[in-house]
Nanobody, 124 residues
């Protein structure tokens, strides 16, 4: 059974930082791409960042480029999302997902297992 568990969310002031973590079990973590998505209240889920199986290739939504960094530690079965210069519009539930292949993607349909999400709230 594949399980993903996010942590690291919370309340932070605008301009602050948070680091999200997601631990994966029940799958050979190092063989699959990973992604972070977010869903704000009343909005659809959107892509935030993706990383390939080795970590050698990453991609970001335009809205977070230059502020967020995705990384992974295959020895720890963990993917991270470092979020800097946070803005109120970053407020959302953040989900990690494990891909169906080695290659990163911005499409939710190319991820087959999802975590429960962690709330990030940025106050102005």
């Amino acid at each position: 059974q594949v399980q993903l568990g996010e942590s690291g969310g919370g309340l932070v002031q605008a301009g602050g930082s948070l680091r999200l973590s997601c631990v994966v079990s029940g799958r050979t973590f190092s063989r699959y791409a990973m992604g972070w998505f977010r869903q704000a209240s009343g909005k659809e889920r959107e892509f935030v960042a993706g990383i390939s199986w080795t970590g050698g290739s990453t991609s970001y939504a335009e809205s977070v480029k230059g502020r967020f960094t995705i990384s992974r530690d295959n020895a720890k079965n963990t993917v991270y999302l470092q979020m800097n210069s946070l803005k109120p519009e970053d407020t959302a539930v953040y989900f990690c997902a494990t891909g169906a292949s080695k290659y990163r993607s911005s499409r939710a349909s190319e991820y087959d297992y999802w975590g429960q999400g962690t709330q990030v709230t940025v106050s102005s």
